[in-house]
Structure formats: structure tokens, C-alpha cells
């Protein structure tokens, strides 16, 4: 495919394994909704499409964002950090659902009582946003 | 140290190298303006100190951010995402700036003409965000 040639690309620092972070922030409402990575021809193929296309890790394999669910991340614009090695996008979150559990981000869990000088066994994760839609019915 | 018996450190999931990446994103403005990686160390000081804290993985260190430049990024909050993996902070940025090129954020560098059917060759990284203020009055 055309990305071979492609001199934006090359111009990224991609890792070890041959990937760059990735991170979708919602256009409208500003909230970071999800991070994940991208391959060369998953950043390729999100440019081309106009729409966020991730790499799947765990399955190895290249991982269109709302293939199954319908919550496609529709590209607004891409930008590069100073080092040229993280990906952050500016979206349009269709559904206003980013998170495979039904909620519009994935970072839905805040740590509670961080304020120095409280007592640390009192800190822990909590889930902080609600679940618009059940996964149940996203993934049918 | 007290990092040790935390559990919400053993909560989260520590890559190869025992680091997890860490999005910081403007409480104000809303803007991602910076992204590294912590080790469990940093993330326990970022957390009682209440700054960012990172780890240098090019220098091997903790890396206080904005020791040299004063541009310390005070926390407001802290999240991870549904996998346990990645951090989101809530910061407030010192001085505004968070690069160390000078600029507000760390992803300035946007691609340009993108759309689908657009030439190849037109599509560039250009620096979309102003040098508030020169890098050599930052690191004197």
C-alpha cells in the first residue's frame, strides 16, 4: 500500500515493536476518551479512511475502531508530539461512546483521596462516570 | 518507601519495563499538552506530592517535571482507563507551558491536508502553536 512511501510517516518515531501511542480526545467536548496503538498501516489507513483504525496487541491484528459496536471515531485532525512520537487525535465520537464497558471514556476510574497527608489505605480507584449504554446491548 | 503496600499501585497493570504511559491534560483549557511514561516510584510521589512526576526513560530517572524550567505541573486529579494501564491526569500547568520547546503543549506539530483523495506528497507536520517563550530563557 501507498504508506511505504509515505514521508509523514516516516518522519515518526515508531518503538521497538514498530508502534506509536495513539490518543483520541473528543472535539467537541474536549474529554480524552481513549488511548490506544498504531502500526504504520493502522496510522496509514486512519489518515485514508478518516477514521481512527488502531493495532490490536492482545489480538495482533489491525483494529478498526467501532467495527462492531458502530462507535467510530470520525477524524478531525492529527497531531504529533515534539518528539514525534505519540499520536494524538482530535475526534468525533459516534454514539458519544469510546469505552467497550458503555461509557463515553475509557478513563472513567479517579483516584480518591490523593491529597498528601491522608491516609493511604484510603486511596483507591473508583468509577466515576456512568455506563450510557449496557455492553450487553453494544455487542450483540 | 510507602509505595510498596499501596494497592492501588498493585492495581494497575506495569508494562515490560514496569512503567505505564501518563496522558497530563490542562484542567483549564482542557488541552493534552504533554505525554511520558512513570514507573511505580514516580506515579507514588506524583500522588503525594501532588505534581507530576515522571520517569525519564532516556536518562533512566526520576523526572520531577519542570525542576530545570519551573514548569511543574500541579495535579487536580487522576484517573486510569478501563484496562488499567494508562493514566490521565488533571494538571495545572505552571507558567503554561509545558514543552520544552517553549510551547503551551507538547503537540503542536499537526498534519496537514489530510483528507481522503488529497496528494500524498502534500501531507506535512507543521507547527501549529507559538513559542510562548524562547527555550534559552527556559533552561538558563
Avoid at 501507498?2 to 516516516?10: G, I, K, P, R, Y
Avoid at 514498530?18 to 490518543?23: C, D, F, N, R, S
Avoid at 488502531?54 to 478498526?64: L, V
Wanted: aromatic residues 10%; hydrophobic residues 35%; charged residues 30%.
Amino acid at each position: 500500500m501507498a504508506a511505504e512511501t509515505e514521508s509523514w510517516l516516516d518522519e515518526l518515531k515508531w518503538d521497538g515493536q514498530g508502534l506509536i501511542p495513539a490518543i483520541a480526545q473528543d472535539e467537541k467536548t474536549g474529554k480524552v476518551v481513549m488511548f490506544a496503538w498504531m502500526n504504520r498501516e493502522s496510522l496509514a489507513m486512519t489518515v485514508e479512511m478518516g477514521r481512527a483504525i488502531y493495532w490490536s496487541r492482545s489480538r495482533a491484528k489491525i483494529w478498526p475502531k467501532g467495527e462492531e459496536s458502530g462507535h467510530v471515531q470520525k477524524l478531525k485532525s492529527i497531531r504529533v508530539d515534539c518528539d514525534k512520537d505519540v499520536i494524538l487525535m482530535s475526534i468525533e465520537q459516534i454514539g458519544g461512546i469510546a469505552c467497550h464497558t458503555g461509557r463515553e471514556s475509557c478513563f472513567y476510574f479517579e483516584l480518591g483521596e490523593f491529597k498528601e497527608g491522608s491516609q493511604e489505605n484510603s486511596k483507591h480507584w473508583q468509577a466515576v462516570e456512568p455506563v450510557i449504554k449496557s455492553p450487553d446491548e453494544i455487542y450483540k
